[in-house]
Each structure stands twice: as C-alpha cells, then as structure tokens.
C-alpha cells in the first residue's frame, strides 16, 4: 500500500508537467490560429465575390513558414533592412545567453528617430553577440570596423565618454557601409533575421487568417501595427540559437482589442541552418467595444485558457480515480497470457497463442506494445503500476485531442469541457486497461500529423495504429480520399506503401513461420460477436443479431453511406470526386479532421456490434461533428447526454440501443445536410506542391 501511494503521488507530480512539455514541444499550443474555420471560409468569400488570388505562401504549416523565412533570410544583407530597421529597433532588441522566457507588458513605448543616439545601442547588440558567436579574430573584425567606419572610439560606441559631441550623420547610410566591410559571420546572418522584411510571411498569414473571413468581417477583426509595440530576442544557448520576434497589434476601432504574437525561429548553434519556425499568439486584451461576439472569435484561435485547466483537472481526477475506484478486471489478465505466449513460450503460431478470454485476435503491434507492459508491469502482475501507466497514457490522449479540436477552430472552447466528462472513458483507461485505448492514442496522433501536413509520419503511425487494433481501419476510407486530394493517384501509392510495409516489417516473425495462421487470427473480419455484449443492436432478437445476412445488410449500408458523403458531401465542393483528385487540394485541417471523423462515424453507425470498450472508438469525436452541423447547441448537448447514458447502462437493454441508433442517426443526417463550404486550397494557386 506504501508503495502504490508513492507512486500515486510521482504521477501527481509529473503528469501535469509531461502534459505541459508535451504541448510546449510539440503542441505549438499558441500557434497563431488554426488554419481551419478562418481559412474556410475566407475561401468562400473569395469564391463567391472574385476569382481566387495567388497566395504568397503554399500553405499554413510550419514546414511552409520555415521554408519562407529561409529564402528570406538567405538573401544578402545588403539586400535586406537590416541596416535601417537595426538602428530604429536597437533599444528593443534584446541579446541573452540561455533558454529563458521574457515578456513584453503594458503599453510600449514609441520607437526612436534614427539619430546617433542609436550607435552605443547597435554596439552592444554587436559586440555581445559575436562575443558569443565568433572566434577572436571575426570578433576583433566587427569591432575595429564599426569603430572605423562610424569614427568613434571604444569609449564613445559605449556611450561612455561624452567629451565629444558626436556630429549628426546618417546612421542607416553608415551602417549599410560598415555591414559591407565584413565577412560572412554568425553574427551577420542572426542579425538578418531582425528587420522587417524577415518578418513578412508571418505577417501575411496573420493577416490572412485572422481578418480575411466572414466571421472576422461581420466583427471587424481587422487590426494595425501598434506603434513601439515590436520587441526581438536573439537567445543564444549552448545547442542553438533562437531569433524571438514579439509584436503588438491593436484593432482599428477605438477601445478594442490588442493582442501580442510572436516569431520564434530556431537556428543551429553557427546560425548556418534555420531548423524550424512558428507563429504564435501570446496574449489578447479586450476593450469596453469588443462585443461578446467578437471575444469569442478570439476565443476559437486560442483555447488555451480552457484547454491547460482542463488538462490540470483531468490530472486530478485520473488521482482520485486510481486511488478509491478499485480496479475491475476484464481483458488485462488475457492480454498478458497472450504476449507471455509469444515473449516466455516462444509460439509464433497464432492459432495457439490464447488467453482466458479466448484466441488472440490482434495484430502484431499489439503484441510488442503489450509485450513491453508485460516486462514493465512483472510479468502482468503489478496492476497498479499498469494503471499509473495508462493513466499517462490518457492525459497524453487528452492533450493530443485538445490540440486536434484547437486547430480544427470548429467548436466552442467551452465544448472541450465536453470531452472530459464521459465516466465510462475514464473506465476504460484507468480501470480497464483495454489495447483500444493505446490504438485511439496513435490513431489521434496520426490525425494531428496529417493537420501539420506530416502525411508520410501520419501514415506510419496511422499503420502503427491498425497494428494494435483493427478498429482504426474505419478512418481509412476518409484517409484514402485526403491522400488523393491532395497527391492525386500516383502520389498517393507510396503513401499506402508506407502503411503496407510497416504491416508487413511488425508481422515478419509471423508471417515467416505461419502467415496463413497469422492471417485469420489478426485480419479476422468475419468474427462473431456475442449477443449479450452488445451495446447498438440490443433491440434486435438474438436470431437476427447472429444472422449473417444482417451483416451483409450493415455492410452495405456502410459502404452507401460512403459513397452518399463522397460524392454530396467531401468532394462536391471542389466540383466532383474526379475534379478534386484531378486537380488536387491542401485541405484545411477542419476538412480533414471532419473527414476522418466521419468516416470512422459511418463504421459506428452500421457497426455489427459494439462493446463498451468500443465508446473509445467515437466519444471524442463527437463534440467536432455534433458542431459540424446546424443542430442548435441544447440538441447537441442532449445527443451528447443520451450518448453517454447508454453507455453506462449495463448491461445494455433494448430502449438504451434504441436511444443510440436514434441519436446516431440523427448526427449522420444532420452532417449530410449541412450546407457545403471550402475544403482546402486549390494546389493551382499554390507556389508549388508539396
């Protein structure tokens, strides 16, 4: 009992923090906006009022603003501002040495003329910088030059001796002579990034998604530089060095909103290689004019202030129910004597690697993940080490979610709320312990590197995912469709090969020693379900339940439901499926999250049988479809209410399956009629494809 206490208090402790790292590092939990809800639609107002313009960006990634930025700052720096905007904004750049955050507060002041007054501030910002940056002789060199072309001593560039007034002369001129005397240097190309023109893709993208939509017009979103606001840091650690602009901007209306974005961009410790870039937005201040309409706008380009207290109680909450819900054994047990039969036994024959439960019917993905938990859990033995586990596993699951809802800009930050209230999901991570869990955490991830426009990374851990549980497979009609959109038929196939060979590279030891054994217990599609598990077809006589022709009758619903949204629903506005592949698209990330989300939703709906462990499989997708449609929100919160009763009705009865179907069916309907707008960027406007 001591030591399950003291490892419920480690993971108090830490799961806050890794949850908080992990949006940090890979979240990019500030990213200016997701691209989704404004990029739409200010393509369909584009649409309908003038022919699409040529964008000067490819796309919203990061990928894509690195790639902007770099042919930026490649350019020579006689060719950029730097001379000019180095002396205007030297009193507000900051040269540090180490990792550590600074902030910009209150209202800034106005920004200098450009005097002599501004040469001790350039001085230091030089020599610090190469003092860190470069060897002896590059740091002499930009010293002795600056003091030779500026005609100033040590002491007077310091701004430490002023027994000589130091004539007026053009400062930007004299720089622009002394940035010619010197070699290409680290300190050179870190300066390159601070300027204006450095700052222009961002801009633009800020711009475009912000105010270039129907929402952001009828609010009046557009804003303006706020004088003295723009503040640069070039952090110069051990490893890299980071260039940080951060800049406010304010509404065009009087006692309206501000707000503070920034740029961080990432170099190698040489300055040699602009590694990654990303736009952020740090802060947001209303004013006594900002309707409730227009801070809601805001709110669905941040969700933050929802998203890291949310994640703080899911911490709370998975204590508590580790600590007095008692574990309820189902599948763990089973699991473990399956893998003990692959890892212990050495049996690579499918057919006779069985646990209480019965055959192991999983992939091999499955079998290494849960192969891993045997050995980190002894042998199967520690549960609550298991549980503390999974347990980390769904806070990881959660923050990936929240991201996923953060850039798809479809609900409201209070429906996260949503996503966070299920009894039965908690059940089934920290209390049951079912391989769905860690199929769905894969799966989610795959969805967020396809957002970020990682499709070849998406497609392997999509793979990864369908080699723990097979459920995954209901997305990859939506999945298949996304590829051709955006790489047509050829570039689509080393897509699929990617998902292929990792099927292929897991199975190996298998598939070398009994494939067709391998096949049938891990690919079964033709498996049996037990009547009395069923959540969705409760309603049903148990004779109908077990007729094969009633799984025909789901299957080809299915596959109509496919084509019904294929055809009305995710190609029509691209002009047709043939179009759309033909031409190609970059969906936007609402486009390809409602894809997904209704692919597998379609599977859901027609499914043979579901089993409570199967809620997993959709619960956190229904916030984002619900709100695809034109329900009125108290509908969508009873659909969500409903929902959730039946899934903790046990066992199921036949008014509990019947409220499912209903709610079910009303979703799917509701998104079918949903009037059609953008789905991404037409790849002919774009510079090229990528």
């Avoid at 007034?165 to 070699?183: C, E, H, M, Q, R």
């Avoid at 309820?328 to 439960?357: C, H, N, P």
């Avoid at 769905?440 to 998406?458: D, E, H, T």
């Amino acid at each position: 009992m001591e030591n399950n206490s003291t490892a419920l208090s480690v993971f108090i402790l830490l799961a806050p923090i890794c949850v908080v790292w992990i949006f940090k590092r890979f979240g990019n939990h500030n990213n200016a906006v997701a691209p989704t809800a404004i990029e739409t639609k200010a393509l369909e107002t584009e649409k309908a009022k003038k022919p699409p313009r040529k964008l000067p960006f490819t796309d919203f990634s990061d990928e894509c603003l690195r790639a902007d930025l770099e042919k930026i700052w490649q350019r020579e720096v006689s060719k950029l501002p730097v001379h000019t905007d180095l002396p205007r904004l030297s009193k507000r750049i900051d040269v540090t040495l180490g990792d550590h955050e600074y902030g910009v507060t209150g209202l800034p002041d106005f920004e200098m003329p450009l005097t002599d007054s501004m040469i001790p501030s350039v001085y230091r910002i030089l020599t610090t910088t190469s003092s860190a940056l470069e060897d002896e002789p590059t740091r002499s060199q930009i010293k002795n030059n600056f003091l030779t072309t500026f005609n100033v001593s040590d002491a007077e560039a310091k701004g430490e001796d002023k027994s000589r007034t130091i004539p007026d002369f053009d400062v930007a001129g004299t720089l622009s002579k002394y940035l010619a005397t010197l070699d290409d240097n680290a300190t050179i190309r870190a300066l390159k990034c601070c300027n204006q023109s450095f700052l222009f893709p961002a801009v633009i993208r800020l711009k475009f998604l912000i105010t270039n939509n129907p929402d952001s017009n009828e609010q009046d979103m557009s804003y303006k530089d706020l004088r003295g606001g723009w503040r640069i840091q070039v952090d110069i650690a051990d490893d890299q060095v980071r260039v940080i602009h951060k800049k406010w901007e304010q509404s065009f209306r009087e006692d309206s909103f501000q707000f503070l974005w920034e740029l961080e961009v990432k170099f190698d410790r040489m300055v040699t290689v602009l590694e990654s870039a990303t736009v952020r937005i740090r802060q947001v201040k209303f004013g006594e004019e900002d309707t409730t309409e227009r801070r809601e706008q805001w709110d669905k380009l941040t969700k933050l202030h929802v998203i890291l207290p949310l994640l703080a109680f899911e911490c709370v909450l998975n204590a508590l129910i580790l600590f007095k819900v008692p574990y309820t054994e189902i599948d763990w047990i089973a699991y473990m004597q399956e893998v003990a039969g692959v890892f212990v036994d050495k049996e690579l024959d499918y057919s006779k690697l069985r646990g209480d439960t019965g055959p192991l019917v999983y992939p091999a993905g499955f079998v290494y993940i849960y192969g891993a938990l045997y050995w980190l859990t002894d042998r199967g033995a520690d549960i609550f080490s298991a549980q503390l586990l999974f347990a980390a596993i769904y806070m990881i699951f959660t923050a990936v979610v929240f991201d996923i809802y953060r850039r798809s800009a479809v609900t409201p930050p209070w429906a996260l709320v949503l996503l966070c209230l299920s009894k039965r999901i908690h059940s089934i991570f920290v209390l049951r312990l079912f391989n769905d869990c860690i199929a769905m955490l894969l799966l989610y991830c795959a969805v967020l590197l396809f957002i970020k426009k990682r499709w070849s990374w998406g497609c392997f851990v999509f793979s990864l995912a369908v080699s723990v549980k097979m459920n995954v497979l209901l997305f990859a009609p939506g999945l298949l469709l996304l590829l051709l959109k955006r790489f047509g038929v050829w570039g689509t196939i080393p897509k699929l090969a990617i998902c292929a060979s990792l099927q292929v590279i897991l199975g190996l030891p298998f598939l070398l020693t009994y494939p067709v054994s391998y096949f049938h217990g891990s690919f079964d599609f033709g498996r049996q379900f037990f009547y009395i598990w069923t959540v969705n077809l409760k309603f049903l006589p148990e004779d109908i339940f077990l007729d094969k022709r009633l799984a025909l009758g789901l299957l080809l619903c299915h596959v109509t439901a496919l084509v019904v949204f294929l055809f009305v629903r995710w190609c029509r506005w691209e002009g047709g499926v043939v179009k759309s592949v033909r031409e190609g698209y970059e969906p936007t990330a609402e486009h390809i999250v409602t894809v997904l989300f209704t692919s597998n939703f379609i599977g859901i709906v027609f499914a043979r049988s579901l089993h409570f462990q199967f809620y997993s499989w959709y619960f956190h997708t229904l916030p984002h479809l619900l709100w695809c449609t034109d329900l009125p929100t108290p509908i969508r919160l009873i659909i969500m209410f409903l929902i959730e009763i039946v899934w903790n009705v046990f066992p199921s009865r036949a008014w509990s399956s019947s409220i499912l179907a209903t709610c079910h069916l009303i979703i799917l309907v509701s998104l079918l009629m949903k009037p059609l707008k953008p789905t991404g960027l037409p790849l002919k406007t774009l510079e090229k494809r990528l």
